[in-house]
């Protein structure tokens, strides 16, 4: 299958109420047991793909290594791949049109894109992040590739759960911007309360990507909230390696 055929694909698997389920992934070993089980789509989480390679999470790993694993999990498996590509190892516009030329070349079909000032504090202003998610999307269309750009914002991770509620309308405010700028998704990691996430389903156009950790509304419940993309971030490689840790121990 054509590339831009399965960009479109990973697309249209993102339904409101009907959420992609999403094992995150750190290695080609570990995508090709989660397509063993019948998998969808394949996404990488960027705090697992760094902690497999003895890297902390925050772009510390080598894009070069990251476009190497990239490659490697996009020929591993027959299905589409997204990257979580963090803030895109740049700031300016220019520089991330290189680098996102150059992750696609690695046969993804989407990536997560973050707004907040990686290895700094707090996010980047709305404007100069779309300006940013603008710049993602002329690469992709300069490879002619219908890249899925999941866009993400730090709004919940970076405040406790108590100020959540307050913070939805900036949320808002920012779906709206970035889909205008070419995005396709909307991440809210670290939301966890189901009327704030129906809050924001309501709110947007996107579909919305929720982080299921430990304590969310199950799949069910998430689906009934307007969720049309679950991801398990990285908790599946911590309980992985919890469980190698343990079996270890053990003997």
Known sequence: MEQDERAKEF??????GMPLVLHNIWDAGSARAVAAAGAKAIATGSWSVAAAQGYDDG??????????????????????????????????????VENVRALISTGVVGLNFEDQVVGGSGLHEADAQVRR??????????????????????????????????HIEAALIR??????????????PGLADADLIRAVCEGVVLPVNVMK????????????????????GPFPYREAMARLTAEAAAE
Do not use: W
């Open 59 to 96: 772009e510390a790993l080598p894009l070069d290594a990251l476009l190497r694993t990239a490659r490697q999990i996009a020929d591993a498996v027959n299905l589409p791949v997204s990257v979580d590509f963090e803030g895109g190892y740049a700031v300016a516009p220019e520089a991330l």
């Open 133 to 166: 998610i603008a710049a993602v999307r002329q690469a992709a269309d300069a490879e002619g590739v219908a890249l899925f750009i999941n866009a993400r914002t730090d709004l919940f991770l970076q405040s406790p759960a108590e100020d959540h509620p307050k």
């Open 11 to 16: 697309a249209a698997l993102h339904r409101k």
């Open 213 to 232: 950790s430990p304590g969310m509304p199950d799949i069910a419940a998430l689906s009934a909230c307007g969720v049309a993309r679950v991801s398990h």
């Open 175 to 188: 779906a709206r911007a970035y889909s205008a700028a070419g995005g396709d998704g909307f991440f809210v």
